[in-house]
């Protein structure tokens, strides 16, 4: 794995699939724009570090050493996403707890948004109606 790949910020999708290294390189983290990250077939990887915050989609379908997964990976942005641990015969309770709590985590984050977002936009329409109510002439 190039030592460079955390030069690549504008990056937004990366397919490492069928790679056979242990771990990911610690500086994927740094791939802030990164929304997709396949590992698919990766059966060597043992651990997943911390995650780039905008990661909206990982395939670690049939990392079949895959154990751990980090308890909080970074902060998340709350953007709708999609992982998939299917045949990932080895992750521990502890690594299934922490995938539940950071899917669990970007939930409650993209509800508090789109929430805000509603609410906005609902004030700005409530505002425009009452600057053009219809106000009769005496």
């Given at each position: 794995m190039p030592k460079s790949l955390g030069c690549l910020t504008s990056l937004e999708a990366l397919d490492l699939s069928g790679n056979n290294f242990v771990i990911l390189p610690k500086n994927i983290s740094e791939?802030?724009?990164?929304?997709?990250?396949?590992?698919?077939?990766?059966?060597?990887?043992?651990?997943?570090?911390?995650?780039?915050?905008?990661?909206?989609?990982?395939?670690?379908?049939?990392?079949?050493?895959?154990?751990?997964?980090?308890?909080?990976?970074?902060?998340?942005?709350?953007?709708?996403?999609?992982?998939?641990?299917?045949?990932?015969?080895?992750?521990?309770?502890?690594?299934?707890?922490n995938i539940m709590a950071y899917a669990l985590l970007k939930i409650q984050l993209y509800a508090i948004r789109l929430y805000s977002e509603v609410s906005l936009s609902l004030s700005l329409s409530l505002t425009h109606?009452?600057?053009?109510?219809?106000?009769?002439?005496?």
């Open positions: 791939l802030y724009e990164l929304q997709h990250l396949g590992l698919r077939y990766c059966r060597r990887l043992r651990s997943l570090q911390k995650l780039p915050p905008q990661l909206a989609k990982l395939d670690a379908h049939r990392c079949t050493s895959l154990s751990t997964v980090p308890s909080s990976s970074t902060i998340v942005d709350g953007n709708i996403f999609e992982f998939i641990f299917t045949n990932c015969l080895k992750l521990y309770e502890t690594a299934c707890n109606t009452h600057t053009h109510s219809f106000n009769p002439v005496l």
